[in-house]
């Protein structure tokens, strides 16, 4: 096995927002990479955006190496480590960290590494914020300076561990819901019988759900909805999709949504254009853009792009006057969860009351079960 | 690969929908009288095989009406053709025009397209094997390619391509009627979980036709008709290898465990079908047990034959049987079959990389910069590694573009220190050294390589060297291998590097390859790995 080692060079700038000469182009070049991760904040990164971020970042760790100053050594495992652990600080595989941020970054790397390390690493940092240098981290063939060792970081199988809700799974399974939407389709019916017996069994044991292959979009949506009405524990199902790549858990909490009064508009919308061009003519618009949607990353990075691109629509639409939707499905799992995701914590955090009534194509148009209505009364679970 | 290779079987008749409703996928004649056998291998001095005999007596013939397609015996079949008129007729036409005329030893069975015979060869067993003979060409005849080492199993195998190709037709005709009728677009690609048909050639012969989908219900891949030919020139065994390797890539791209099941068509609830006789006939031979009548290839089943059939060596199929690479397997073998990582690559990530499961599924987000960065100089060493490898198995030409290029076979096996042993007949790379140290005459070579940016190069260098140290005593040549770039650095670093590889009798390699084009490919190569599955 070979360990890939990262030097932590302390890097005099010049940084963004300084003034100082910048003979080698360094701060073009971390103004580059900071764009592409801007970037990747408001939407899905292409290829050419990837290339531009590879290319500024080899700029950068070059520059570096000439210019700045080996604090230590740690090798890459040890830092993926650190950021599978998930208690890691925002941005803690970047490749570098800006003046303000860097001492920052080393700090709550000193408080994961054991002891013998830990002084050094913590005085490291008190030497940046007194410099007032930035940090970059380049991968090297050798070691420079002083080499860190692992961070010690919470086994990442205790979080498994620790979503196992038995409880939950037995108020699922001693309730079948009627799944009302399928009674004209057996296969369906079936289909969800089984999906839910899975997802219960999921709970039970923090094993992940799989996604996208063992059940269509319509069955998982009314699923993950019919657990909202069983009294339960509020519990966590992981999601696996068919990449292999897995989401954040999926909160099922029970839900008691009051009818709402007919107080505001509402639309009619597809949940995803160009999947279904024939009912164009039949919706006001489409929730998400299919460019946007179908791109080349990760499922679960689809569906956590259309989580937060949920949470902003729903705002806007509730400015807008409107507090109901009926949304007609048109597949792709990530964008369905992702959409109910978005809809669950935006409903949980506005103050405000918004329903919306999927809608299933199985053959014809097939009202499913209503999510959300009226806030939900204080107090509740 | 031209006439004579393969068995695409002949398509006399047009298929249509009403032939299909009306007549079986498999017609059977009466059987022949034991007077007429028995006159047949009277008439001419025959030992006629039991097995056959007994066929001839019960079946009589086989006919797929649709194609045509006629396993004759002793009476004559919808064409009017037998077997003893076939064998009576190229006696008399070729007792001229051949010298030593149409071999006794063979009786015609079958006629193919292009003017190939199926024929059994008559060589004293009970059950013997059948052959293609090309009649424009006497002189193979003796050696003739075996299409089934018995005539049961080229009747087993008979009888399913009859039901397979029906299956096939009947999806295709059903298809059109969906576009004529307006249900579906013509150009409209299907999804994983709709039925879809593929036929696999090679070259001008077709290896396969399918119809599968994904069943989202049962999270298996449904495989409603599955024709496979014999390719015999190749390894007998060669056509199924493909077609598993298809089957199981489509079923891990769908998003299923790997699971296969054979049904009767595209009905919902089709009944099952027996798993086709190649498929098991492969899996025996790679020792994978599977119940052929339960019509399914379970997921652990599915799992090992696809290791067994993805262009893996020996060496590399071990480690892929590992526990170890349990859940990472299926993706790996995906990768191998769509030409995403060569198997040297897969070799060297599995022994040098410290998370090699997260690297050939190319986890890693490319924003996260101090992984990622390991991660690209992972695949990129990989990379070096396998263009070597591709370069030695050139011989002494300068290029291999595919598999089929290659002069010699080239056995790589990484370890965990970060150098691998390369094996061939003869390592005729003098055109990559530097340095005073040949090459030429040497079998096997350690290599390690020296990859990074190129002012880190000559401190690579040196940490290679230090890998190499500990094979010093014994064993074969040692060679760092690094990128282009190192030519590029200036003849003084240049040098240095020259003279340090040089006293320490090591080797030193420059790859064609220059760092900005390897990162490249290396970044999209993780790219294609982490989205393989959509």
Known sequence: ?381 | MGKGQGLPRQGKRRASRGDSARVPALRTGPGASSERVGSFARTYRLALPPAWQEWCEKQGWLEQPDAGWELLGLVPAPSGMDAAAMFAGMRLALRKTVPGGFPADLIPVERLPERQLACIRLDGRDDPPVVIIDLDDPGSWHDAQPAADSFSRYAQDFAEQAGALRGVMGFLHYTQREVDSGHRAPGQAPRPDDWRAYRFCSQNVVVSMLVLRHNRDDNVLDVGACLITALSRLDPDAPARAICTLLLAEAYRAGGDLTLRFVQGIRRGADRLAVPWPIMRWAERCGIEIDRDSGLVPADAARRLFIESVRADEHLAGRLRGGSMRVEAPAICYGIASGLWEPTEVEAMLAWSARPGQLLRGVTDPLDRAVYAADLLDVRSAMLLAALVRRVAAGDGDRKLDAEDAVQSVAAVADNDGTCLLRAKALLIDDWTIGSLPVRGASAIRVAVADAEPDQLPSAIDFALARLQPHAAAGPLRAVLCPRDLLALGIPARNTAVHATDRAGVVLLAAPQYTPALTIRAADKLSRARTARQ
């Open chain 1, 1 to 381: 096995m070979t360990v890939r080692l990262i030097v932590l060079w302390a890097m005099p700038g010049p940084w963004p927002g300084s003034t100082e000469p910048d003979p080698d182009g360094f701060r073009d070049v971390v103004t580059a990479a900071l764009t592409e991760e801007r970037r990747a904040q408001a939407g899905p990164l292409h290829r050419d955006d990837i290339r531009r971020h590879t290319t500024a970042s080899i700029a950068i760790e070059r520059i570096a190496r000439l210019r700045g100053t080996p604090l230590a050594t740690i090798s890459a495992q040890a830092i993926s480590a650190w950021q599978a652990a998930g208690e890691a600080p925002l941005r803690v595989a970047a490749g570098f960290h800006l003046p303000g941020a860097a001492p920052g970054w080393l700090r709550a790397l000193a408080r994961c590494m054991p002891a013998p390390d830990r002084a050094a690493t913590e005085y490291s940092a008190s030497r940046l914020e007194a410099s007032g240098h930035g940090l970059v981290l380049s991968p090297g063939p050798v070691r420079e300076g002083v080499m860190l060792a692992s961070p010690e970081v919470p086994d990442p199988a205790a979080r498994v561990r620790s979503m196992l809700y038995p409880a939950a799974a037995d108020a699922f399974l001693s309730e079948s819901p009627t799944w009302v939407p399928f009674s004209g389709s057996p296969p369906r019916l079936a289909s969800a019988e089984r999906l839910w017996r899975r997802l219960a069994e999921a709970v039970r044991t923090g094993e992940p759900l799989p996604v996208g292959s063992a059940a269509s979009h319509d069955v998982l949506a009314e699923v993950l909805r019919s657990s909202l009405d069983i009294t339960a524990p509020p519990s966590l199902v992981r999601i696996l999709y068919v990449d292999g790549s897995e989401a954040e858990p999926f909160p099922l909490r029970t839900a008691r949504w009051r009818p709402m009064r007919a107080e505001g508009r509402s639309v009619r919308l597809g949940l995803m254009s160009m999947r279904h061009t024939e009912m164009d003519a039949d919706v006001d618009g489409y929730w998400f853009r299919n460019r946007l949607v179908s791109t080349s990353r990760t499922l679960s990075e689809t569906e956590a792009f259309c989580a937060a691109d949920t949470i902003r629509r729903l705002a806007e639409l509730r400015s807008a006057g409107i507090t109901r939707v009926e949304l007609v499905h048109t597949g792709f799992e990530p964008a369905v969860i992702g959409f109910y995701r978005g809809l669950l914590r935006w409903l949980q955090e506005a103050d405000a009351g918004f329903s919306v009534q999927p809608m299933y194509l199985m053959g014809h148009v097939v009202p499913g079960t209503p999510w959300g209505a009226g806030k939900e009364p204080s107090g509740d679970p």
